[in-house]
């Protein structure tokens, strides 16, 4: 991350994301409601409304109105979402000690900080 914002000419502040950001959001929308719809690229204008549950758009901008669209179910609850993975997945250790003890050396300094720091679980299965 000291790369990026040194890099940058300090105009972008650069924020390392925690597990605690990434939340399980669920999918509220009705595909029946939403087959008539345009496509967000075809919207010129698109506003949300606070304390309603329908997106307004405009497929112009010389538009007078903006065209409601209710897209959520009916049944579906809006409220805040939980966290996704409450904390990091992880390798198995022994894995982890074979990759920094034989590919490490091999690597440039900059890819090796990636590895030592991975974190390590006993509980986690190989992802294909």
Known sequence: MSVVSSSNSKKVEVVEMKNADVLNWKDGHSSVKTKKAPNLS?????????????????????DAHFTELNFLRAKFELKEPSVLRPHDRGIEEAKKNDIVKKLCPFMPPNRRAFWCSLPVSDVVEDVE
């Open 42 to 62: 075809k919207m010129a204008v698109i506003q949300l409304r606070r304390g309603s549950r329908s997106l307004f758009f405009k497929l112009t901008h010389a």
